[in-house]
């Protein structure tokens, strides 16, 4: 987040630089391994589930970010409307209360 936008952001990136201890903690709270391997995890289980002749619909994703702020939710979806990303959300939540307890999730 830091490195990546304009601004503000370059200037305070330029300035943690100078720390690199500070660096070096922002660069493993922004490491994006963690996302990549849930997301390689879900498509190893779509696959399983559904085999190589289905397509992926659309995408959400939701991140929970954790920092000296606080907690923020970031979310951000493929589909092409707002009811549609909605329906997706209330889909998954409706999947997540029914699979509360489930290790294979």
Not at 18 to 30: K, T
Not at 49 to 55: F, I, L, P, R, T
Not at 70 to 85: I, K, L, Q, Y
Request: aromatic share 4%; with cysteine; proline share 2%.
């Amino acid at each position: 987040m830091l490195a990546s936008g304009g601004g503000r952001s370059c200037k305070r990136h330029a300035r943690l630089r100078g720390n690199d201890y500070a660096w070096r903690m922002i660069q493993v709270a922004l490491d994006q391994s963690k996302v990549g391997q849930h997301v390689a995890q879900q498509m190893e289980a779509i696959e399983a589930d559904y085999g190589e002749e289905s397509e992926i619909g659309d995408i959400c994703t939701i991140v929970e970010i954790r920092g000296p702020h606080g907690s923020h939710v970031r979310m951000r979806s493929t589909a092409s409307s707002p009811h549609s990303t909605l329906g997706l959300l209330k889909l998954a939540e409706q999947v997540a209360l029914a699979n509360f307890g489930r290790d294979d999730v």
